[in-house]
């Protein structure tokens, strides 16, 4: 139940985040680079655990 509400927290985050770039970023491009920082960054955390 636990690792289902730290997915939940993840999920949120990364909502937040992908809204926050998309109204920050004035292209595409911008978005797919953070995009793949994030989606990285997810990879490293979920390979922590």
Same mark, same amino acid.
Do not use: R
């Given at each position: @139940?636990?690792? *289902? /509400? $730290? #997915? @939940? =927290?993840?999920?949120? $985050?990364?909502?937040?985040?992908? *809204?926050?770039?998309? *109204?920050?970023?004035?292209?595409? +491009? +911008? %978005? =797919?680079?953070?995009? !793949? #920082? %994030? #989606?990285? !960054?997810? /990879? %490293?955390?979920?390979? /922590?655990?």
């Amino acid at each position: @139940m636990q690792a *289902i /509400k $730290n #997915l @939940m =927290v993840l999920l949120l $985050n990364f909502m937040a985040l992908l *809204i926050l770039f998309y *109204i920050l970023a004035d292209s595409y +491009t +911008t %978005v =797919v680079l953070l995009l !793949g #920082l %994030v #989606l990285l !960054g997810f /990879k %490293v955390l979920m390979a /922590k655990n």
